[in-house]
């Protein structure tokens, strides 16, 4: 079966960093894989995605301050989160696209 699992969440101040892992198993990676994100009280937002062969695309809101990339060898995808803002604070998901499988996502928070 397929599973992705998510790691490298925390508390981080503002203008730090933090860099999420999404380990995948099964015979989807070759697919694009993405990062989404939830706030408090909002709802789920794409957040990144990155081809096989490492084409990426970024939401506005984080574009400028966030890299995905992934290591093949490993069969993982990474989400580098610089300059984190309060507004960051969501729990990220990620999740291999056109596909409905999700990890079961690990929570980043921003605050002082």
């Known amino acids: 079966q397929v599973q992705l699992v998510e790691s490298g969440g925390g508390l981080v101040q503002p203008g730090g960093s933090l860099r999420l892992l999404c380990a995948v198993s099964?015979?989807?990676?070759?697919?694009?894989v993405g990062w989404y994100r939830q706030p408090p009280g909002s709802q789920r937002e794409w957040v990144a995605t990155i081809g096989r062969g490492g084409t990426t695309y970024y939401s506005d809101s984080v574009k400028g301050r966030f890299t995905i990339s992934r290591d093949n060898a490993r069969n993982t995808v990474y989400l580098q989160m610089n300059n984190l803002k309060p507004e960051d604070t969501a729990v990220y998901y990620c999740?291999?696209?056109?596909?409905?499988?999700w990890g079961q996502g690990t929570q980043v928070t921003v605050s002082s």
């Open positions: 099964g015979s989807f990676f070759s697919n694009n």
């Open positions: 999740k291999i696209m056109s596909t409905d499988y």
